[in-house]
């Protein structure tokens, strides 16, 4: 499944006679490309008593020719549609390029004797990983040159990385095709060899307290990583510690900040468990600390004689007790904080003398400090009405420095040192923006908007302030809202050039995600998933109604299950956007989810449901993007997916356009683009990242009108409807 086929990187003429010799229109010389039609080979699927016709399903052999063909075909249809904007597209690439500080160097962080950073050098796609001992003066070690392990690759990603105790060796994973199959290797950083030991499919990895065992976990033909072994440097046999037999829980291994504990970790969407076993004793039996308990999840760190454990058991936002490592039965848990209905307890990170909890409420994050020393308790203070922070490194107990990275819609990423006891705060670093790029001409709020049941979603948005409020504004609004992860409010210095165009640009909370909490995301999946959509409606047509843009101005982007998001609102309300980008897109909801043999689909049941329940079967079909598709009129819509993604299969996106193509009444383009060589996040290298990201910003900027700054001017293209049978 992970091999590519040849013809996947024909050049465009060939690829286009093969197009044609296989039945699958290439383009037409003359003014106006004709887009490929997708061939009907009917597959009939019964379920509960209903007959559902699929007449795409032969996209999902990528092997054969004809497959490709078409993924190539659409490619080169694309490529001609978007050709007046080739001019704009390097504009932006340029302009994008020029922003970014593009030879750097992370902030050094102290792990035992060593100081750990990356860097990036000019014109290399990939970071170096470094340190140097003892000192920051020191001579600097590469650890690892991504550029080196990707030379001669079409993708490369670095997955685990973990260093030895004693630092002399490294344990590391790649992915040479996109489809997120790791193989792990060991360095010997004395040497800079590379030893014989090697696994295949590999998750998480973690090393013994010895520095010659590694605890690493592998995945079944479903992606579901559901062993964890043990391996001895060396050894050609490993034995199994654990196996996840319960196909909804993935599990996976990892040490305690202390580094005196392993942690087996076994989790489905709503529930977990976690075993223990001490680091000095790898050859041990794990332990449990509490049975497995439906819709509740916990999760545990460990300090001094005590683990800390985060539960949700008397409340869906968590509260924190703690219980004795020697016996850490739920009989003798300990409440340390109560579950509180509108603070959702995140996670917290333990210091010698410190406890940080990351906490979240209404929306925004929060780090709340107590001193076990004194029991003082205060939370650090964040200055802007919208932003994230997120903790960075923070190896080390004995410290009373808190690392953390603080970022919001138009301050870029800095990393700050916060003193625990006497709460001073230390910038180390503020990325660099070149270029001239001032804050202060931007403006950022959150608002709230009322979803049709009345419940408040937060809206964080973001403007140049000379910017009109009378509703001309073109907007570009994004969310994501599914499996409880929260939109984080990011700066993106690519952003700007939307923005110093006259964009608005906003992030809807919606439900499903985890912005407000467990209830948050309860309230948007399974079968309350429809809140999802008609909370993103809802925003739109607020900022509408409050003059950040008007009807025919607005534009919307996510990907993954937030192409699911697009996919959806798109079928309900097609006259409400202007442009859609659906990255990655999950829009064959009711057919995967299906298909057990699918990655990911049966450990989704508990976000979106088993359809071989008919409530949940019929509740999924009412929203399903691919099924509900109908004759009528669309807005412009680009799809992107890649031939290698692992976690929405490239043919749910060519599926959805495929079927769009016949049924569209509308002269808009529908332009689907297969990155032939890239996974679920597109291409590995951060310069071929930009120019997807030229490219379609540039798609947006030409459908709102403001693409006609380039010398080749842009104008209105015909887009030929294709023929229904």
């Known amino acids: 499944m992970k091999q590519h086929h040849r013809l996947s990187f024909l050049a465009a003429p060939a690829a286009l006679l093969l197009a044609g010799l296989l039945g699958v229109p290439a383009l037409r010389a003359g003014d106006a490309?004709?887009?490929?039609?997708?061939?009907?080979?009917?597959?009939?699927?019964?379920?509960?008593?209903?007959?559902?016709?699929d007449d795409y399903f032969w996209l999902r052999d990528k092997e054969k020719p004809e497959v490709v063909s078409y993924l190539t075909a659409e490619n080169s249809y694309t490529d001609e549609v978007m050709r007046p904007t080739e001019a704009l597209q390097e504009t932006l690439y340029k302009e994008m390029l020029g922003r970014i500080q593009q030879t750097d160097l992370s902030v050094p962080q102290k792990?035992?004797?060593?100081?750990?950073?990356?860097?990036?050098?000019?014109?290399?796609?990939?970071?170096?990983v470094c340190r140097k001992k003892g000192s920051l003066d020191a001579p600097e070690e590469v650890l690892l040159d991504g550029n080196q392990l990707a030379a001669g690759q079409k993708f490369f990603n670095l997955g685990a990385l973990s260093v030895s105790n004693d630092g002399n060796l490294l344990a590391y994973s790649t992915d040479y095709t996109g489809f997120r199959q790791y193989t792990l290797q060991v360095k010997d950083l004395r040497t800079g060899q590379t030893l014989p030991d090697k696994r295949e499919k590999v998750t998480a990895v973690t090393w013994a307290a010895d520095d010659k065992t590694l605890f690493y976990g592998v995945e079944d033909s479903a992606k579901r990583s559901h062993r964890i072994y043990r391996h001895a440097l060396g050894a050609a046999e490993d034995p199994l510690v654990y196996e996840e037999k319960?196909?909804?829980f993935n599990v996976w291994v990892g040490r305690s900040r202390s580094r005196e504990y392993l942690f087996v970790a076994s989790g489905s969407m709503t529930s977990s468990e976690v075993r223990y076993l001490k680091a000095a004793e790898p050859e041990g039996e794990p332990k449990l600390v509490a049975a497995r308990r439906p819709d509740i999840e916990y999760d545990v760190e460990h300090r001094g004689d005590l683990f800390y454990i985060t539960v949700n058991d008397t409340g869906r936002n968590g509260r924190l007790v703690t219980a004795p490592a020697a016996d850490p039965d739920p009989k003798n848990w300990q409440e340390l904080l109560p579950h509180r209905a509108g603070v959702m307890l995140e996670g917290v990170m333990l210091f010698k003398d410190h406890m940080v909890a990351f906490e979240r409420e209404a929306g925004l994050q929060q780090a709340a400090v107590t001193s076990f020393k004194t029991g003082e308790k205060h939370r650090i203070s964040f200055p802007e009405p919208v932003y994230t922070v997120f903790p960075q490194g923070n190896p080390e107990l004995d410290t009373g420095l808190l690392r953390f990275t603080y970022q919001s819609l138009v301050?870029?990423?800095?990393?700050?040192?916060?003193?625990?006891?006497?709460?001073?705060?230390k910038l180390l670093k503020k990325t660099e923006v070149l270029g001239g790029y001032d804050p202060s001409r931007y403006a950022s709020e959150r608002i709230s908007i009322p979803a049709p049941d009345g419940t408040a979603v937060p809206v964080s948005i973001v403007y140049r302030k000379d910017v009109p409020r009378d509703g001309s504004a073109p907007l570009m609004l994004t969310s994501y809202g599914s499996y409880g992860a929260p939109s984080f409010v990011a700066f993106n210095p690519n952003r700007l050039s939307l923005l110093d165009r006259g964009f608005v640009y906003a992030i809807a909370h919606i439900r499903g995600g985890g912005d407000l909490g467990k209830a948050w995301h309860d309230d948007g999946r399974m079968l309350h998933k429809k809140n999802t959509f008609t909370d993103f409606i809802a925003v739109a047509e607020g900022l509408i109604a409050r003059k950040?843009?008007?009807?025919?101005?607005?534009?919307?982007?996510?990907?993954?299950?937030?192409?699911?998001?697009?996919?959806?609102v798109t079928n309900m309300r097609p006259d409400l956007f202007k442009a859609v980008i659906a990255n990655v897109p999950f829009v064959d909801v009711i057919n995967t989810m299906s298909d057990p043999s699918l990655p990911l689909t049966v450990a989704e049941f508990e976000e979106w449901g088993n359809p071989q329940n008919k409530a949940e079967y019929d509740y999924i079909k009412s929203y399903d993007p691919y099924g509900n598709l109908a004759a009528r009129d669309y807005p412009a819509v680009l799809v992107t997916t890649s031939l290698n993604d692992s976690q929405v299969m490239y043919w749910e996106p060519a599926k959805y356009v495929a079927k769009m193509r016949t049924l569209k009444t509308d002269p808009n383009p529908l332009l689907l683009?297969?990155?032939?060589?890239?996974?679920?996040?597109?291409?590995?290298?951060?310069?071929?990242?930009l120019r997807e990201t030229a490219f379609e910003t540039a798609f947006l900027l030409w459908q709102v009108g403001l693409a006609k700054e380039e010398k080749d001017e842009i104008g209105t293209i015909e887009i030929p409807v294709a023929s229904r049978p």
């Open 246 to 248: 319960d196909e909804r």
């Open 548 to 568: 950040y843009a008007s009807k025919g101005r607005v534009t919307i982007q996510g990907g993954s299950a937030g192409g699911l998001l697009m996919g959806a």
């Open 33 to 53: 490309p004709i887009p490929p039609v997708a061939k009907k080979a009917p597959k009939t699927d019964v379920l509960h008593g209903e007959k559902r016709v």
């Open 111 to 128: 792990d035992g004797g060593y100081w750990y950073y990356n860097r990036t050098e000019e014109g290399k796609q990939y970071p170096i």
């Open 411 to 425: 301050t870029p990423a800095s990393v700050y040192d916060y003193g625990l006891d006497n709460r001073e705060l």
């Open 673 to 689: 683009r297969t990155n032939m060589a890239g996974g679920h996040g597109g291409s590995s290298g951060r310069y071929d990242r």
